[in-house]
């Protein structure tokens, strides 16, 4: 079978920046290690600058800018601006422009990071075959009003350059002279560079092909543990898909998200406001409506079928369900009134206040637990 490229749609800069600096990750950075090793100045500048690039992108391009699922004052919008920077995956207008076309148009066409194109362009190819025509950037007019944004569309080279690989090139330089320079080029720039990138390429590739999706099987993306070790907890990407202007992406208080934990620590510092959060009610209601769905696909499963007393218990667990959802609606309804026109977020506290409403949201917490615990039971013996 013969491959073929669309040569002619090749986007030159991309793919040079992209295969030169893996190219140069796997061959001259063994070579350096090897022939002068390593110190712990440069294991910490590496690591150092692998957190900052990587968090500007998941905390500030992601979070903040696509997102807007929270407000931050200029200091912090002009750090992740930096560092976003010298992860060198496009200045934040661009960057975000594509991300929210990803989310309205996810699994289509016009989604610039389709999974249904294959794993391959959802997690590089998108990058090195440019799309013609290029889409407008017309879903971003309310980043084009934030002057640090402007300029960092700008200068994104120089800024990129100048803070991904002078930076530590310098800093090198000022631990160990022109071996030390060399040192902090290759390792926190160069391949520093590689690894945030393939990071961020994960979540777009295996984000949607590996993990659960214990929200909403209405797109691909999935949940995945593992993944949100490697990501700054975005690997939480089927919640994140269902709730995106939620600040946090592993939503329970347990799920590794350390982008949530320093988003929540800036807002201590007072750095940070506004936080976004989606009323528990709601992401309950969407994982019993999930549960339900997959109870429903178990029950006409014919393994299931076989065993009468699996069958039974997906049965009653399912009518639990129902009558738990249906439970919460009539007193939801009944304190909506009370709760006025308030926010979601804050009428779900009011709500909460009254005992028939707090005891029906941890019934349907109980119910939900344990509706999960039986299909994961039943998946292993049907
Ligand atoms: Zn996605
Ligand atoms: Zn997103």
Known sequence: MKLRIPSDRINWTNSSFLMGTAFVTCTVVPYYLWH???????VAMFLLFFIASGLSITLGYHRLFAHMAFQAKW?????????GATAFENCALAWVSDHRRHHKHV???DDPYDISKGFWHA???WILFKLNPEPPYDNVNDLRKDALVQWQDRYYVAIAVGFGFVLPALLGYWHGGATGALGGFLLAGVARVV????MTFFINSLCHTVGNQPYSNKCSARDSWFMAIFTFGEGYHNYHHE?????????KWWQWDPTKWTIWTLEKLGMVDGLRRVAEDKILLAQLADARRRLGEKLVCPKVSANARLHELLRASDAKLHAIGERW??????????????????AERATAQFDDAREAL?????????ALRLLEHAGAMA
Do not use: S
């Open 362 to 370: 941890a019934e349907m917490r109980r119910e939900v637990r344990e």
């Open 107 to 109: 699994d289509h066409d």
């Open 243 to 251: 709730f995106q202007h939620d600040y946090r992406n592993g939503v």
């Open 123 to 125: 997690h590089i190819g």
């Open 329 to 346: 609606t009539a007193v939801k309804a009944q304190y909506a009134e009370k709760a006025g026109a308030m926010k979601a977020e804050y």
């Open 195 to 198: 690894a945030v990138q393939h």
């Open 75 to 83: 200091p912090v919008r002009l750090i992740t601006l930096i560092f």
């Open 36 to 42: 002068y090793g390593v110190d712990l100045f440069q």
